[in-house]
């Protein structure tokens, strides 16, 4: 069974990055997807970007290009989010969740979320 | 980029109600379609993939169809763990969006 798990809450001032990790354990590193997904408080779940291990592919959503930076490390089976510039719209639970394919974009595992606070 | 629709917003309900909850892209997706529940301080948990693919441990009641822009999600008898917000989301292209979400409760 595979199983994600998420570093630990962040609080950071506007303008800072932060940096979240998601170790991946129990299943094939190379074989999945990982996309980040972010949660604002009472909100819905946006999708951000996403890092393709087998291929050294990423994609990003526009709305985050230029601030998101998504890499994954074979060697440690962890994926990583950076996300610089941030501003008090960036609070939010930052979830990782993996594909069982490389291609596919269904989400079928996820890490426990990681609370990100921005203020100052 | 896709836009994924859902209605209702919110479904006030009872146990044993049959619901059904839908979703609209602003575009064909084939069947590139799958639905999530969330759960309050929990991650989301993948209930359907490919608009009508019951996953793993998921029980029987929660069923979906639907294919190009219309979908839905049925549950057929309401049981108390059931109440919770409802995601679907598209997987035919990048970037892969959400609707805004169903919330169901009592």
């Known amino acids: 069974q595979v199983q994600l798990e998420q570093s630990g809450a962040e609080v950071k001032k506007p303008g800072s990055s932060v940096k979240v990790s998601c170790k991946t354990s129990?299943?094939?590193?190379?074989?999945?997807?990982i996309s980040w997904v972010r949660q604002a408080p009472g909100q819905g779940l946006e999708w951000m970007g996403m890092?393709?291990?087998?291929?050294?592919?990423?994609y990003y959503a526009q709305k985050f290009q230029g601030r998101l930076t998504i890499t994954s490390d074979a060697s440690t089976t962890t994926a990583s989010m950076e996300l610089s510039s941030l501003r008090s719209e960036d609070t939010a639970v930052y979830y990782c969740?993996?594909?069982?394919?490389?291609?596919?974009?269904?989400?079928?595992?996820w890490g426990q979320g990681t609370l990100v606070t921005v203020s100052s | 980029d896709i836009q994924m629709t859902q209605s209702p917003f919110s479904l006030s309900a009872s146990v044993g109600d049959r619901v059904i909850l839908t979703c609209r892209a602003s575009?064909?997706?084939?069947?590139?379609l799958n639905w999530y529940q969330q759960k309050p301080g929990k991650a989301p948990k993948l209930l359907i993939s490919a608009a009508s693919s019951l996953q793993g441990g998921v029980p029987e009641r929660f069923s979906g169809s639907g294919s190009g822009t219309d979908f839905t999600l049925t549950i057929s008898s309401l049981h108390p763990e059931d109440f919770a917000t409802y995601y679907c989301?598209?997987?035919?292209?990048?970037?892969?969006?959400f609707g805004q979400g169903t919330k169901l409760d009592i």
């Open positions: 890092v393709i291990p087998i291929f050294g592919t990423t």
């Open positions: 969740g993996s594909s069982r394919g490389p291609t596919n974009g269904d989400f079928h595992y």
């Open positions: 575009q064909t997706i084939t069947g590139f």
């Open positions: 129990g299943g094939t590193f190379s074989s999945f997807a």
């Open positions: 989301q598209q997987s035919y292209s990048l970037p892969y969006t």
